[in-house]
């Protein structure tokens, strides 16, 4: 892109309702993103939009560049997002040891799967002084082999987080890994404020079942308040 002179943002908001833009004016703007090394937050969405691997790789390593990021969120609504790319963004993510916030909404009726799962979870991890985290990932391939173990025990691992939303609302995560989750996210040492979205695709009994995911998550120690819709 040539030289440029760095500029002291602290926040950045873009937002992209076109389908039509192509990826080099994407990949383009991703690539400024860098120029902008004293980011606080970064706030992208993107809607009706498709994005390929060197996309993704350009947004990661935006965000990593900025090492003071505190807050980040994204709406990364693509149409064509599939595991790969899920694990190029994790890269750059996990390289923001200052982040305090990560809100990340991704397309529902992808190609997501159960690795996408594992990517989050072992990014989450690496971020010390994660306070606050929302995942939405509705309508996707989640919990075919099992999400409950890895997620829950990553999300106890953060050992400063405060507030959580999980969304994961007709996926085919079955209800003894719904428990399994909230078994391991109860062991949460500072979370306060928990909200979880499973409406399993078999909604038999569905009283009792979220009648019994209320019951694990309320040994969470310092939880004031708790909402489980399932």
């Not at 990593?64 to 899920?86: A, C, G």
């Not at 916030?101 to 690496?126: A, G, H, M, P, W």
């Not at 890895?150 to 507030?163: A, F, P, T």
Request: some cysteine; charged content about 20%; overall charge positive.
């Amino acid at each position: 892109m040539g030289h440029h002179q760095k500029l002291n943002l602290l926040k950045l908001e873009f937002t992209n309702f076109n389908s039509k833009v192509n990826q080099q004016r994407i990949s383009k703007f991703l690539e400024g993103v860098t120029i902008c090394s004293s980011l606080r937050q970064i706030d992208i969405s993107f809607k009706n939009s498709d994005t390929c691997v060197d996309g993704i790789q350009v947004m990661s390593q935006s965000i990593s560049n900025n090492l003071n990021l505190k807050v980040l969120q994204l709406e990364l609504y693509f149409s064509n997002l599939n595991d790969e790319k899920i694990k190029y963004l994790c890269q750059g993510i996990s390289k923001s040891k200052k982040l305090c916030k990560f809100d990340i909404s991704l397309s529902e009726k992808n190609r997501l799967t159960d690795n996408s799962i594992v990517y989050l979870s072992k990014t989450i991890v690496q971020l010390p002084n994660l306070q606050i985290l929302v995942i939405n990932l509705i309508m996707n391939n989640l919990g075919e082999t099992g999400i409950g173990q890895i997620l829950g025990q990553s999300i106890s691992k953060c050992q400063n987080l405060k507030s959580l939303v999980l969304n994961l609302v007709d996926n085919k995560i079955s209800q003894n890994d719904a428990e399994i989750l909230c078994k391991e996210i109860s062991k949460s040492g500072q979370l306060n404020r928990l909200k979880i979205y499973l409406y399993f695709q078999n909604r038999q009994d569905k009283v009792n079942n979220r009648k019994k995911l209320l019951q694990i998550c309320q040994k969470t120690k310092k939880l004031i308040s708790l909402a489980i819709y399932a």
